[in-house]
């Protein structure tokens, strides 16, 4: 996707969504989809503005300030201290973000299938009009699977509210109410379907593939519940795609392997992200992931504002490349942190996962999904179907590839001992990638597990240093953006709001 310009046809879809509210009058050099999408090729380049719009960082953000991934830096300027502090309601930016944002994808994808669907493809376009069509269905499942996993308060019980269904291209005075889990289920699951039997075979893993819809409904899976399925999926993808070794997996976060990557959203030099963003804040504003953490670099002296939580640190072994990869080498490491009287200086972790890439700090492609995810997965369909002896032999196996050599194998003697460990080596593998708040959301319960920060990082700051994940705040609010647009959604706010 570096070779195309993007910015035409996003400001192309801009203008098609601003001519919403006259959709039924047809005027002279209006510009709508009829006009904007003539060919398969004006098609291509509409998808190429929709993937513009994707971003992983407010969720990267999200899952390391408000759950146990961080603590404040010796840096900080007072960065993200209210998410921090568990502090989310209908203002909080978290809220508007993940509800706007997740509405836009659906609404320019969405653009683009109906305006598919007015071009007659010449024989030699069907393949790569059936490609661009299956890879918008697949954009918009996703991020209705997004608003499905924040939104809804319980994504296993079918007549729990979602958020609203919009499969149409809507007016802008539109007041919809939110549709049920059953109904948006429905419709993420029509996406994936159709994106799976129309997006051609693979050919980067900056694109959407059949492997990639395929890993998306694997965690779908999970997330309702369906664990038959969810196994059945992981499986198959990691026959297709290998555990990184050692050398591979810390390659892989310089963005210079895709071993294990079955999809992941490119970032380079003078794109859309290629900027600071929103620092602190999981307010839309783009950006390098690693400037969610640090200033500058992922160095000492790039200004971290903020640092590992020591309890996450405490995970890593230094003999384990989840390590190097997560630990910047200039950290400070107290010997004795627990007894150090002054740990804001003396104990500075500094987080690795970003350190950039062609040259530029901080900057780093969003792995979205990679087969250690697809192991993890099938390991907590195993413990869920009560195969404990085969939920521990592929965490072992996960374990075995990080160290490079044979672990010891875990033992789990019941379902809760097992998903405690599962969420705790997710909470490993796939920390500052924007897991941990809807892994504890689905899983924390089961496992008797929630928000665990170090009792010294969390001190130094207000004292907020534990949340069950049974706290209401891991569903986000209705936000007050929307509310205030559209007042017959207000009756229907989370619970705790």
Do not use: H
């Not at 006009?35 to 929709?50: I, K, P, W």
């Amino acid at each position: 996707m570096k070779k195309y310009n993007k910015i035409l046809f996003i400001a192309v879809l801009a203008l098609v969504m601003g001519c919403n509210d006259a959709i039924d009058i047809r005027q002279p050099g209006r510009l709508d989809a009829v006009n904007a999408f003539r060919t398969v090729g004006d098609l291509e380049q509409g998808v190429l503005a929709v993937y513009n719009q994707w971003d992983l960082t407010p969720e990267i953000a999200l899952a390391s300030n408000f759950c146990d991934e961080v603590s404040v830096g010796f840096d900080s300027g007072g960065q993200g201290f209210a998410l921090y502090d568990f502090v989310l309601t209908p203002a909080s930016a978290a809220a508007s973000d993940f509800w706007v944002r997740n509405f836009r994808v659906n609404n320019r994808a969405t653009v683009l299938i109906e305006a598919a669907s007015l071009i007659n493809p010449e024989p030699a376009e069907q393949a790569a009009y059936n490609n661009a069509l299956g890879q918008a269905r697949a954009i918009r499942a996703f991020a209705n699977l997004e608003m499905m996993t924040y939104f809804a308060t319980d994504p296993r019980n079918d007549a729990a509210l979602a958020v609203p269904l919009i499969d149409f291209v809507a007016p802008l005075d539109i007041q919809p109410t939110r549709n049920t889990v059953g109904e948006l289920w429905d419709y993420i699951n029509a996406d994936m379907e159709a994106a799976e039997s129309l997006i051609q075979a693979q050919s980067s893993v900056t694109f959407l593939s059949k492997d990639a819809v395929r890993a998306m409904r694997a965690r779908a899976a999970a997330l309702r519940g369906d664990y038959i399925t969810a196994a059945n999926l992981s499986q198959a993808l990691l026959n297709s795609y290998p555990i990184a070794n050692r050398t591979q997996y810390q390659l892989m976060f310089l963005d210079a392997d895709n071993t294990e990557i079955i999809f992941k959203l490119e970032r380079t030099i003078n794109d859309s992200y290629d900027g600071q963003g929103a620092t602190g804040s999981v307010a839309t504003g783009g950006g390098w992931a690693g400037a969610r953490f640090a200033f500058v670099s992922a160095t000492l002296a790039g200004s971290p504002y903020f640092e590992m939580d020591r309890n996450l640190f405490n995970l890593l072994d230094p003999a384990d490349i989840r390590f190097d990869v997560n630990i910047d080498p200039s950290s400070i490491i107290s010997p004795d942190y627990e007894n150090d009287p002054d740990p804001v200086n003396n104990d500075i972790l500094v987080i690795r996962k970003y350190p950039g890439s062609e040259g530029r700090p901080l900057m780093n492609d969003l792995k979205v999904f990679r087969s250690s995810e697809m192991l993890l997965i099938l390991a907590e369909a195993r413990a869920a179907q009560g195969n404990f002896s085969g939920a521990a032999q592929l965490v072992k196996q996960l374990r075995d590839a990080r160290f490079g050599s044979a672990q010891p194998l875990p033992n789990y003697s019941n379902q809760q001992s097992a998903f405690a460990g599962i969420l705790e080596e997710r909470r490993v593998e796939l920390c500052f990638e924007g897991f941990r708040y809807k892994d504890l959301k689905r899983l924390g319960v089961a496992a008797n597990r929630g928000v665990d920060r170090n009792i010294i990082d969390c001190t130094e700051q207000s004292g907020a240093c534990t949340l069950p994940a049974s706290d209401f705040r891991f569903s986000l609010p209705i936000p007050i953006v929307e509310i205030n647009a559209n007042p017959g959604i207000r009756e229907q706010q989370n619970p705790g709001y």
